[in-house]
């Protein structure tokens, strides 16, 4: 059973993911949607034998009647595994009905198999240096959160039939209120063809006009990684990751930048990226296609001498 | 008023990795360790609200898990300023959820009137710990939290859950509560000598794990991760590197 990603009307493409996640565990697949009107999202993908529509009497996420309504689902379908996004919805409540219900669990899985009947997930350890198989505890169903964008979409095109489960909602703890829109900045970051990324490696705060410069000089667009922003030494409109922006340009120059997950989630489908780091089996090298190991301002002085 | 910080002494690992004999972790002579990101964000925020609201008698109490070795990330929390530490002497690698079921004692008996965990450490990268032991706990919760208006009279707080591409859902939560701290909350202070001196002499309570059930997974191998195409690595000097960069550039931007 998979639970359908929706924010603000718009199912995320992630849902799609999630069904071909699903697939590499044989059986059934069921797909979950909450929503005050679980109709107007078309999951009907390629791979998908169920939908369950749970309807709502409100439209954006609240954890506790996310919980609730998935604690019923599993109780009524006994599903053997139960995928949802690793997103910050789903980290609200996914691991809560783990504890309670004492499932088998992981997060950011980005690896799925059946091994007979037992599910083994591939997820990473100690900054995504490493990864590991894991299993689950023998006759209780898992529940994972899942990587995004390490799954295929499924396609358009299935059948499914849908019914629908009534479920009784307690009042929530947490409740929304209002969507805040993020600062825009100056610039776009999303729009521009070439940028020139820098990220905690540049030291400090001082460092920064001279890789504005270095950028204006290149005819590029300077972005950031998270903890210059969280630093605040830069706007939040100029970051690039989960957090951030999801950016695709031409050309995506790191210098030390080293690839969390979150950075690599929105830069990693740039058509070329070239990385600058001082570590070799640092994780941007394993989404760029030309690495430099090298220190990050000594390229910087060298592309400053070019005219 | 008492605010109760979960926090976490990570393993960061260098640019060699070996595996233990049985090939189910990294050999430890391989990890550095440290106080984890978001646990400092997470403690600067609980001394912040101290700080700010708080009266005599308050205080922030910092709980962790592990063998005697993590005691160096908790004096640090203590360096920072906070008042009280409880270790839950634990010393082999746990999931988060049996994390959650290890502390969840221990934060119960202290009755806070809020939990902070951080989002995420940097060497598990699960965001699941803090879900979890709010439902142990039966806390309401929020997680990915990045900022806190808290009116302890009302019994509830506003605050703003960061979700992806930097949206924020500004969430009325009921209090007491468990946050989990997203980092950028504010700007975590740094200790002095003498605090960090002082936090040194400071007695940690050490308690004896509970019952904790069965994990939530264990590692049946790990590996040094496929490397995909891998990128083409450009040679020689920075002055090299960086004449191939603009070719490359120049040629891509056509």
Redesign the interface.
Known sequence: MIVAEH?RGELRELTRELVTAAQQLSGPVTVAVIARDPTVFDVSFQGVDEIVNVPLGQE??E??VYQTALEALIADRQPHAVLLG????S??????????L???????VHGLALEGETV??TR??????????????AERPVLL?VRPTAFAPAADGGNAPATEFAVELPPA??????????AMGDVDITTA??LLSVGRGIGDKEAIPRFEQLADK??AVLSVS??L????WMP?AR?VG?????VKP??Y?ALGISGA?QHLAGMKTS??????NT???AAI???????????LF??A???E??S | MKIVVCVKQVAVLGDEVEFTADARDVDPDFLDFALNEWDSYATEEALHIREDLGAEGDEVVVVSVGGAHVEDAMRRCLAMGADRAIRVDHSRPADPITVARLVAPVVQRESPDLVFCGVQSSDGVQAATGTALAELLDLPRVAVVTRIEWDPSAGRATVRRELEGGLLDVTEVDTPALLTIQTGINQPRYANLRAIKQAEQKQIAVVSPAEQGEPAYRVRRMFAPPKGEGAQILAGGPADIARRIREIVEERLK
């Open positions: 924010l954006e996420f954890n506790d690793f997103t910050v919805n980290m609200g409540y996914g691991p809560a009905v783990a504890a309670k004492a499932l088998g669990f992981a997060s950011d083994v997930a990473s350890f100690y900054g995504g240096k490493v990864d590991a198989e894991l299993e689950f505890p959160l703890r947490a409740r929304h209120l209002e969507f805040e829109e993020a063809d070439f290149l005819g998270r903890p922003v969280d630093a605040g939040n970051q989960q957090s951030g922006k999801t031409k050309v120059l997950v058509d070329t990226i070239i990385a600058v570590d070799p089996e090298f394993n989404v760029a296609h030309f690495g430099a190991v090298a220190d000594d390229v002085a060298e592309l001498k070019l």
